[in-house]
């Protein structure tokens, strides 16, 4: 047997080793595991909120307010999406830490601590993206709603609402940005077992200590959580395109259009 | 002198390296049915946009009747995902009117254009006549005293066009005896003819021709005024 057969038979083994592993922990459903998922999704749905509220108001006020260094503002979002997890999480710990300015709130390896390094790191996404949908819509049909009295704030909203569906969209990139990161919850968090280990530190542990079939399992689980979400939300949207596409049929089959 | 609606004085207006307005001097009237022609380009639209305030002059003076409401309706109406009765609302709502009172007036509206039918269908999946019919009844729910209108037939069927201008011909009429001032951009010499008390031919964002409309065809007299805005009409430019 060659070398290359060799290697594809072990990798092989791992991802069966693997997946078998994650059925282990999945039935019956072992208590540790579910906190550790509970606890990923809970700090990831937290900051993702928080992160795409903000980023969703700030990205549909910047997408149709024009006003001078706009443009810088517009660079500095985009540039922040590739800032890295681990640079987000050294930010958060100089903050929080004893002689920062945040330490006084003792939230340092703790679960509001990756609540916020979360919210940070997906900030700019939300913003950047969210600025981009406005934008576009703003340049096509922002003299109307001007025309029909919207100020620049409400017409930020009234796009953004209008592209909430594309918006979903965004709120999807961001939980998947949060839930998926490793470097920021690690730093601030401390990956403290029963605390705050979540999916993405556990998986960093369980491969530092070589039990790799473990980490893999950790990491199909923790993909079919994130694909079992943007399932629903597909279903979601599929849901409106054909509850709107009926409505279409119905004033054809009229000969309305 | 009864006060014009619009005063425009040496107007002009500059995008970037293209001068899409130049030294306009135009006075309307309340009441008047103003039909802005000329081929793409001419600056029909820019003027329009500037009389409603959504671009503002690089030069010279516009003066507008601050006390007269205006509304505009533009070639391809922008309707929120929502329905038709929501989008006629909304605009009653943005100008201060309470929610429920906008939604009950904006059924009113609709009921103007004969689209209360369709009030709580999705306003997107109107047709385009039925759009454009939507979106003069959310100009009409506003009361306007100045109705602007940009090509509003332009990309419609001819049974949609009928549809609209007949509107645009009952509207002209104003409500509860106050006249109504319109304005309109059209490449449809029919319409103008039907529509309009008075034609500006526009041409590289100069007024080359200012006539009553039944001057304004009458061959002599505008070959008089432009011998560009004579081809115009005999279609022999566009």
Sequence with gaps: ?257 | MKSAIFQLDGLGVRFGPVQALRAVTLRIEPGESVALVGANGSGKSTLLRVLHGLIRPTSGQLRADSAARQAMLFQRPFMLRSSALNNVALGLWLRGTPWRAARALALQALQRVELQEQAFRPARTLSGGQQQRLALARAWALAPDVLLLDEPTASLDPHAKREVEQLMAEFSHGRAGQPLTMVFASHNLGQVKRLATRVVYLEHGRVLADLPVAQFFDAEGLKAASIEADLFVKGELV
């Design chain 1, 1 to 257: 047997m060659s070398n290359g057969d060799s290697y594809d038979t072990r990798f092989m083994s791992t991802i069966t080793e693997s997946a078998a592993s994650a059925l282990q922990l999945l039935i019956p459903p072992d208590p540790v595991l579910l906190s550790i998922v509970a606890r990923s999704l809970g700090v990831s749905a937290t900051a993702c909120a928080i992160g795409c509220a903000l980023g969703l108001l700030f990205g549909a006020w910047l997408g149709v307010a024009r006003f001078a260094g706009r443009e810088a503002i517009n660079t500095l979002t985009n540039t922040l999406l590739a800032i890295p997890a681990v640079v987000v999480g050294l930010l958060v710990y100089l903050l929080l830490s004893r002689s920062g300015p945040l330490g006084y709130l003792g939230w340092l390896f703790s679960v509001e601590a990756m609540v916020l390094a979360q919210a940070l790191l997906v900030l700019p996404i939300a913003t950047a993206l969210t600025r981009q949908i406005v934008e576009d819509r703003e340049n096509w049909h922002g003299q109307q709603l001007r025309s029909l009295g919207a100020g620049t704030g409400l017409r930020g909203l009234l796009l953004a609402w209008d592209e909430r569906y594309a918006l979903l969209t965004v709120i999807m990139a961001c939980f998947g940005r949060a839930i998926a990161e490793v470097g920021a919850v690690m730093i601030v968090g401390g990956n403290i077992e029963g605390f705050t280990r979540v999916m993405t530190t556990a998986i960093a542990l369980e491969t530092s200590k070589g039990d790799l079939p473990l980490a893999l399992a950790l990491g199909l689980i923790l993909l079919t959580v994130v694909l079992l979400l943007n399932a629903a939300i597909a279903v979601l949207r599929r849901w409106r395109e054909q509850s709107e596409g009926q409505s279409r049929q119905l004033a054809t089959s009229q000969g309305l259009t």
